[in-house]
């Protein structure tokens, strides 16, 4: 595994072939927001959090998912890329409803730390307020449509951690939503061992713990060991 | 030089917020010394006065009347504040976006009545189809999050409005 | 939490010889995974559309889970999950049709037949379904019923066109 | 070689076309394509088959052919041998159908496809036999030099010459990007893959206002057959797919024939023209999803799953279809390569201007008199193709905007009428070539309403699965609705900017990026009828219904 | 005690915040300095205690539930988190400072009630029922207990109601011309069964508050006032008692031995689909009644809230407070201040009860014997 030389925010930095810029640059402690990303799933690239500008191109990169190369100059803070990333934060907390004073998720949820990451104090667009489910029927957790953000981490984990592939989403567009099995209820599915990753992965209120309420934060990732263990591997 | 004019304003908030001003505790006397309240929850001025220097706005903007004092409110104020997710981001009282007033009014009024079920007549502000956040209707200059903000946050964005600073509550403060 | 159901049988109850159909297109596909949406293509033709049983059918024949399954089927417009009327009336949305008229054209079989796209009217009769180009842009605003593409139609065209259904 | 139809005139099975025994003096070929069968084409072939058998003319044919590009006076006849063209040859109009026996017979009639400038002005290099060939006989497509390019490769040429021929042709991906053709060729070339690469024809087309890939499908499908078994060669790939839409049944009945003939006679199959190289192809029917027209999309729902794109890189030429190198080409590009090696790179690159070299298909629609498909050089002027080959606008109205490349392009205004079509004007222009939808609007179309009709499409079919194009694109579409009913502001105006230049920065794949185009292009060039709505409250082309404004005012909806 | 926490932040709000302008000031005086400033600068002592005891209340609730306003605290099955030893020990050490406060306004208050004699005649006298929570012995409760009602003498009507039968008891009507529905005592009918809830409702219903120094209050201000006082204007000195009361009772708890046990936290599955709950808010009784499906989502809720109940009485009390002051067609400011200020006697919250109306409009209408309109005032 060679190793490439390369500029982080005008810091030379050093990777091995192969790995993305996200890793590199949290390596050398250089912050990229992200919220599909979570260490140990597979990369999908899907909230544009992360992307970043490379020198000599006009495309912008998402760090998660890019390999880096011999000489690459990024940039990770810039103005633009600052109002990008408030505007993606801004654009998924109009897309449902995410009322956070009365979230189970409260003070517990990547995306409201993302708000003030980005800098976000209120929303320009209007809330297009869709009508969303709660799905109650498993016996120990419930999924709240209303405050999902399709970053799918729970599809990823029931596949290549778990391996029941339970969850997938349906539908398109603004329309997907997460569906357990043929679109039934949670409770009702013969393939989910209620192993609860799903649960632990979700970065908001989406996912939670029945009868585990806001003043009862719950454990987060870095407890799940196998996760890191399983670093990138994909199925 | 006259003392800044400070006003406060409740539209459909629960008035948290304003009870999250007063948890200021004695610092509130600081500040009441360094501005005159002109209007609001703790003075007994009922017409909402003109050239307001800062009004601190709490609640979502939900009825024909919250619309009305809102744009009175803009007319005669030189820095709006949006105080407390309500008024930032319609929070709580937007959550009936989703089925409309009709819905709501039915079920309160209708639905759940012992005797003589009506819907509230002309005489009280009718709602309006969607509960917006105040900067959905008029221009809003400094935003609050928070459910409720802080008594510290208020008091320190007082502070700088009143030493004639810009407040910055972005990556301080979040909602809920 | 409720007894967990028990599993759905292999396969459904295929009295109908239509499924043979099916199985055949299945097992010339080698029953691969990423055979699904030529089944799923095989299916519709078969049956008209797509209900819970024969997704769960294929799902279970292909070894794709079930959530993967609905997910595929619900991603393309072509598929549809509900009995389909017994003419279809597809009324083309393309850009050539729509500035020549077709949103008047939509309306006005609202009007007559009282659906939207994508509903079916009560008596069964007639689908309604909104394409996104047909290719006949030539011939815009067009309409396909059962099929048969129509050309340059004005919304009184259409109307006489579906009572004559 | 199967023998040619025989000329009994017993009751054909299939309605075969009616080939005399003896040499043929003239020949009506009837076209067939999906435009003018919808116009009961059939009927006027049995109908021209039964006057001619009737009239006793030994020595014509009645050929069945694929599209002859002027559908908007469908349906249509051609004499090749006399280079005449007859239009709205209608089923029960017995007047037009003698016309064109006593034109057979020897008399006039007509129009001289050489002076007409719908057809003088065109090189045909993809369509060149379209409306020539029977598209359900192989023999007729070998009979005008089908699959020599392919046997002249294969048993001439090494891969690397084919990859020289194709470079050196300055073509570029005819889909809408316009990549250099050549060098994505030589990336999955370079990529050696033991288990085997793939070569994929999309066929998606899912532009609105686009059926060039459809004629083409219908009219010449060996073509596109023997240019993906040539790409096949060139790369190193024995397997392919052709991804279809599941909107163009003909396209597939005529591509499945196609195939069964081509391998029949030995075309297609393990050992081609008895070479070491073999090429088989599959297809993959779509199920309506605009986004699959992406590489990455494609490959995921050829793979059976959800059309969801895939970050690039790694890009398909490297790691595409089940991980293997994967060449993705559209159905133009692959149709001109059979073209290419015939006659040379030299040849093909002497066509078109610049560093757009060769020939587009592109299919004129809307209010234009001349709709249809019809191919040019690249670097003809907008003002050629829409005036002078689409005749102009139907009863004199008055041109306003052409709009290419669909859903990701945009809208090229009066004062661009003489900017050459290729790929950088285009481009600067704020559009892109696309994949050659071309729709003239005249002035009763409202701009706006065209920016919201574009967003809305790009909403429903944008794929959900990245944040800035599944919900950018529904607020986008929110804000011009707003617009498009009087009740927008200037800042919400403001918000569109600022959100259309996000969503082309940061979306996934080209759906996403190109969703704001048309917006950013109506308000490049027709600035002033935004304003008219936001500020006036007025749609200039009455189209848009503005709602009332006290109502407005009393809901919160807009501000005093 | 989060509970008397809040009553006694409430209490301090309602009392100091937006009744002592009327009551220090006078309520004819200058409206511009009739307030909360007003009072700082005019017995800035006053206004210390005021504050003082709001923040004794609110801090309790802070290092209970995290933050003042909406505390995350009380979970389904109990509450979150134990209590520690240094939490507890820091409230025990505010106790005294806030016992002496509350005292000392109690005495103020007595010393100047004879002042407001006229006002106490006339803002909101009548007779009416009275309901509130208490414990099986007489002691007056305010989060456990059952709902007693008692009319003007004292006669209970009702006893021992376990709160789940509140809609047996209770029934609510609709007025055209406010979003704020009116609660009726149902035996009675409507509009006959008003009742009032609160702090003066619940002095009458409870035999006694349960605490020495509370009750030695309580004694004095029954001597005063008689066993079942029927002004409204008593709610304020009511309040004060309160205040008293819940510092004493958050002291006997704090103090119990078992206040530290880590076993705060109940778990069950949804195993009934209804539930009524039923406390004693600052502003009087407070019930929630929720309906859950098997899988424990609401489906269904009902909230009387403390305002409500007292809502006819409020009008009643201002018809009366207003025939009284506003004499022929003059009305002076003070007057209307009055009509505002036996409003203010219940606390009402408006926000919380109806949550559509956030301001008081005021208009009064002045008609002569015959009822045709002499003039309009609204303030």
Not at chain 1, 159 to 170: F, K, S
Request: hydrophobic share 40%; net charge negative; proline share 5%.
């Amino acid at each position: 595994m060679s190793v490439l030389t390369l500029t982080i925010e005008g810091r030379d930095v050093a990777g091995q072939t192969g790995h993305t810029i996200l890793q590199v640059a949290r390596e050398n402690g250089i912050a990229i927001p992200t919220l599909c990303h979570l260490q140990g799933l597979s990369d999908v690239g899907a909230c544009r959090l992360c992307v970043v500008e490379v020198e000599g191109q006009r495309k912008l990169f998402p760090a998660c998912v890019t390999t880096i190369d011999e000489g690459m100059k990024v940039t990770v803070n810039s103005e633009r890329l600052a109002a990008h990333r408030r505007r993606i934060v801004e654009l998924l907390f109009t897309e449902r409803n995410h009322i956070c004073s009365v979230c189970v998720a409260d003070r517990n949820c990547e995306l409201q730390d993302l708000a003030v990451e980005v800098g976000l104090t209120h929303f320009d667009l209007p809330l297009l307020s869709p009508q969303a489910v709660v799905d109650a029927t498993h016996e120990r957790f419930g999924i709240d449509h209303n405050r999902c953000v399709l970053c799918t981490r729970c599809v990823r984990v029931c596949d290549e951690i778990e391996g029941a592939h339970t969850w997938d989403v349906m539908g398109r567009g603004t329309e997907a939503r997460l569906i357990t099995d043929m679109g039934i209820p949670w409770g009702d599915s013969n393939t989910c061992t209620s192993c609860g990753k799903c649960v632990q992965v979700c970065p908001t209120g989406a996912l939670f713990e029945k009868g585990r309420s806001v003043a009862e934060a719950r454990r987060r990732r870095p407890y799940l060991p196998y996760l890191v263990a399983h670093e990138g591997r994909t199925r | 030089m006259s003392k800044p004019r400070l006003a406060t304003i409740w539209l459909d908030g629960c008035s948290g917020c304003h009870m999250s001003l007063l948890d200021m505790d004695e610092r509130l006397f600081d500040i009441t010394e360094r501005v005159d309240i002109v209007y609001g929850a703790l003075v007994d001025v009922k017409e909402f006065p003109e050239d307001v220097d800062v009004t601190l706005v709490e609640g979502a903007i939900s009825s024909e009347d919250d619309l009305r004092k809102i744009y009175e409110v803009r007319r005669n104020t030189r820095v709006l504040v949006s105080l407390g997710d309500c008024a930032v981001t319609s929070n709580v009282p937007g959550m009936r976006n989703q089925i409309g007033p009709a819905a709501i009014l039915e079920r309160a009024y209708l639905e759940n009545v012992t005797i003589n079920p009506q819907l509230p007549g002309p005489m009280v502000p009718r709602l309006l189809a969607m509960s917006r956040p105040v900067h959905a209707v008029v221009k809003v200059d400094v935003f609050v999050p928070g459910c409720p903000p802080s008594a510290d946050l208020i008091h320190s964005v007082l502070d700088d409005l009143i030493s004639g600073r810009v407040p910055v509550t972005a990556g301080v403060t979040c909602f809920g | 939490m409720t007894v967990a159901a028990a599993a759905p049988p292999a396969s459904p109850p295929r009295d109908d010889k239509r499924w043979r159909q099916v199985d055949v297109r299945i097992r010339r596909l080698g029953a691969r995974p990423d055979a699904l949406i030529e089944v799923l293509h095989t299916v519709q033709e078969v049956f008209g559309y797509l209900d819970d049983d024969a997704l769960s059918y294929v799902s279970e024949a292909l070894g794709v889970p079930p959530s993967r399954v609905l997910g595929v089927a619900t991603f393309y417009s072509h598929f549809v999950r509900k009995p389909q009327g017994e003419h279809t009336c597809v009324v083309c949305m393309g850009t050539a049709c729509y500035i020549n008229g077709a949103g008047a054209i939509l309306s006005r079989i609202h009007d007559t037949l009282g659906i939207d796209a994508g509903g079916t009217t009560p008596d069964g009769q007639i689908s309604l379904l909104r394409a996104r180009c047909l290719g006949a842009c030539s011939m815009a605003p067009a309409v396909v019923i059962d099929d048969e593409v129509h050309g340059r139609l004005s919304p009184d065209g259409v109307q006489q066109m579906l009572e004559a259904l | 070689m199967t023998e040619a139809g025989t000329p009994t005139p017993a009751r054909r099975r299939r309605q075969e076309s009616l080939i005399p025994a003896g040499p043929v003096r003239a020949s009506a070929h009837v076209c067939m394509a999906a435009g003018c069968l919808s116009m009961q084409a059939d009927t006027v072939f049995d109908s021209l088959c039964e006057r001619v058998t009737a009239r006793g003319l030994t020595d014509v044919a009645v050929k069945r052919v694929g599209c002859l590009g002027l559908c908007a006076a469908g349906p249509l006849v051609a004499v090749p041998e006399m280079g005449r063209m007859y239009d709205h040859v209608a089923a029960g109009d017995d007047a037009a159908l003698d016309g064109v026996v006593d034109g057979l017979a020897g008399g006039e009639g007509g129009r001289q496809t050489a002076t007409d400038p719908f057809f003088s002005h065109q090189v045909k290099v993809v369509l060149e036999h379209c409306g020539q060939i029977d598209p359900e006989r192989v023999e007729d497509y070998v009979a005008v030099g089908g699959y020599e390019s392919l046997t002249k490769a294969v048993t001439t040429m090494t891969p690397a010459e084919v990859l020289g021929e194709v470079s050196r042709s300055g073509i570029r991906g005819r889909g809408g990007a316009g990549y250099p053709t050549g060098l994505k060729w030589t990336t999955v070339a370079k990529t050696d893959s033991p288990q085997g690469k793939y070569v994929v024809c999309n066929g998606d087309e899912g532009d609105p206002g686009a059926f060039m890939d459809r004629s083409v499908l219908e009219s010449s499908p060996q073509q596109v057959l023997e240019g993906m078994a040539i790409a096949g060669y060139a790369v190193g790939a024995n397997h392919g797919y052709v991804y279809v839409r599941a909107e163009y049944p003909l396209a597939v009945k005529r591509l499945t024939t196609a195939i069964r003939q081509a391998e029949h006679a030995g075309l297609l199959g393990p050992r081609i023209a008895d070479t070491s190289f073999g090429f088989d192809v599959e297809i993959r029917i779509g199920a309506g999803a605009f986004v699959c027209g992406e590489e990455t999309a494609l490959i995921a729902s050829i793979e059976g799953g959800r059309g969801t794109p895939r970050p690039r890189p790694p890009y398909p030429a490297a790691s595409g279809l089940w991980g293997k190198p994967t060449l993705i080409n559209n159905v133009e590009t692959l149709a001109s390569i059979p073209a290419i090696i015939g006659r040379g790179a030299e040849w093909y690159s002497a066509i078109g201007s610049g560093k757009s070299l060769g020939t587009k298909v592109f299919a004129l629609a809307g209010s234009v008199v001349n709709t249809g498909l019809i191919e040019v050089p690249l670097g003809l002027t907008l003002r050629e193709i829409v005036f002078d080959i689409g005749g102009g606008l139907p009863g004199g109205g008055k041109f306003k905007a052409v709009q290419t490349g669909g859903p990701s392009g945009g809208c090229m205004p009066e004062s661009l009428l003489d900017m050459s079509v290729d790929y950088e004007s285009l481009a600067q222009a704020g559009s892109i070539m696309g994949s050659g939808g071309m729709i003239v609007m005249d002035d009763g179309t409202c701009m706006v309403d065209v920016a919201k009709f574009f967003m809305d499409f790009c909403r429903e079919e944008s794929c959900g699965k990245c944040v800035p194009c599944r919900v950018g694109t529904t607020q986008m579409y929110h804000l011009l609705d707003r617009i498009t009913r009087g009740l927008a502001s200037r800042d919400e105006l403001g918000e569109l900017e600022s959100l259309a230049g996000m969503v082309r920065d940061t979306s996934l794949c080209g759906l996403g990026q190109g969703s704001p185009n048309p917006v950013v292009s109506t308000l490049r060039y027709f600035r002033d009828e935004y304003m008219a709505h936001i500020d006036d409250h007025v749609c200039p082309a009455g189209v848009c219904k503005m709602e009332p404004r006290e109502a407005a005012l009393a809901a919160g909806e807009v501000a005093p | 005690m989060l509970n008397l926490a809040q009553i006694v932040q409430s209490h301090a709000l309602s009392f100091f915040y937006l009744s002592s302008p009327d009551l220090l000031l006078g309520f004819d005086s200058d409206p511009a300095l009739r307030n909360l400033v007003g009072v700082a600068r005019q017995t800035p002592d006053l206004a210390r205690d005021g504050v003082a005891l709001r923040r004794f209340g609110q801090r309790i609730i802070e290092r209970l539930g995290g933050k003042r306003i909406h505390p995350a605290w009380v979970v389904p099955g109990g509450v979150s988190r134990p209590l520690d030893a240094s939490e507890r020990d820091s409230i025990l050490a505010e106790i005294p400072d806030a016992r002496e406060r509350a005292h000392r306004t109690l005495e103020w208050f007595k010393k100047n009630v004879a002042s407001w004699t006229e006002e106490a005649a006339h803002f909101g006298d009548f007779p009416s029922l009275y309901m509130g929570l208490v414990h099986e012995g007489g002691n007056a409760a305010y989060s456990d207990g059952l709902l007693r009602v008692v009319d003007s003498s004292g006669w209970v009507m009702a006893d021992g109601v376990d709160p789940r039968a509140y809609d047996e008891y209770l029934g609510e009507t609709v007025e055209p011309w406010s979003y704020l529905k009116s609660t009726y005592f149902k035996p009675l009918g409507y509009p006959a069964g008003i009742y009032r809830v609160g702090p003066l409702a619940r002095l009458n219903v409870a035999e006694r508050l349960g605490t020495s120094a509370a009750d030695a209050e309580l004694a004095e201000y029954r001597d005063r006032l008689g066993r079942y006082p029927s002004s409204s204007f008593h709610y304020h000195y009511a309040r004060l008692i309160e205040i008293v009361h819940c510092i004493d009772v958050i002291d006997e708890i704090l103090s119990r031995p078992d206040i530290l046990d880590p076993h705060v936290r109940a778990r069950a599955q949804i195993n009934r689909n209804e539930g009524v709950g039923v406390s004693e808010a600052p502003r009087g009784v407070l019930i929630h009644h929720y309906k859950v499906d098997d899988d424990g989502l609401v489906e269904w809720v009902n909230l009387v809230i403390a305002t409500g109940h007292n809502n006819l009485a409020m009008n009643r009390s201002v018809l009366q407070t207003a025939r009284h002051y506003i004499k022929g067609d003059q009305v002076k400011e003070g007057m209307l201040n009055r009509v505002e200020a036996v409003i203010r006697c219940y606390d009402p919250c408006l926000s919380c009860s109806t949550h559509a109306v956030g301001q008081m409009p005021l208009e009064v209408d002045i008609r002569d014997a015959e009822g045709s309109l002499l003039r309009q005032v609204s303030r």
